[in-house]
């Protein structure tokens, strides 16, 4: 079984029984997030808190 049809199995089954769509789409769209998220900052694609605070402030 692929790695990304195995995680959305485990993914399913860890909601509750009275889950809807909306819920199944929502987690996985925060997996996805979670996972683009450390494959960024594993890649140095990363900002310091004061350069994220520099470019809210500035804009």
Not at 30 to 39: A, H, L, N
């Amino acid at each position: 079984m692929s790695g990304v049809k195995e995680e959305a199995l485990k993914l399913v089954d860890g909601l509750p029984d009275e889950a809807s769509w909306d819920d199944v789409i929502y987690q996985m769209y925060v997996r996805k997030k979670i996972e683009k998220g450390i494959e960024a900052a594993d890649e140095g694609r990363v900002l310091t808190h004061e350069e994220v605070k520099r470019q809210f402030l500035h804009e």
